[in-house]
């Protein structure tokens, strides 16, 4: 939804056509995110196990990671329940991939990621598992923060 100043109502940015997987549609986004480089939006497409990008120009989003279809796998092309993602200043993009509990990393350009934080379909207490990331984020000197949700911390991950 977009409020534009001194609106009375907001007014449908991107979406809005039902849940689904076709390249109008979202399902169940839980999570976005600002590239101002590209002026668009990433979208966690939670329901469709991906990340989309949509350019605020255009009426359909580009897939940027997972399934096109919205297939749930935890190969290193595919997501489950993916919840948030960033860009780093290099425009590689780091993804919150819940139900697999790791972190992916997907290098700027690349549909192929690589597991830099947790073990794919482990879930666990120690400091190399996670159970059910949810938040991403980098700091200054590019180390990563993880909202490590049923774990109940935050986890650091110096850079990569």
């Not at 938040?135 to 923060?145: A, F, H, R, S």
Request: contains cysteine; positive net charge.
């Amino acid at each position: 939804m977009v409020y534009p100043k001194n609106a009375p109502n907001g007014m449908v940015a991107f979406g809005g056509q039902g849940s689904g997987v076709n390249r109008t549609q979202l399902w169940t986004p839980v999570g976005i995110y600002l590239d101002y480089v590209s002026n668009s939006l990433l979208i966690a497409n939670h329901g469709a196990h991906n990340v989309v990008r949509w350019i605020r120009s255009e009426r359909q989003w580009i897939l940027m990671a997972g399934d096109i279809n919205g297939i749930a796998s935890n190969t290193s092309t595919t997501l489950r329940w993916v919840t948030d993602m960033i860009l780093d200043p290099m425009g590689n993009m780091y993804v919150a991939d819940r139900n697999n509990h790791r972190i992916q990393l997907f290098m700027s350009g690349e549909y192929v990621g690589q597991t830099i934080a947790g073990v794919t379909g482990v879930s666990g207490i120690n400091a190399s598992l996670l159970n059910n990331p949810w938040c991403v984020k980098l700091d200054n000197q590019l180390n990563l923060y993880v909202l490590d949700t049923y774990n109940h911390r935050v986890q650091k991950f110096l850079r990569y």
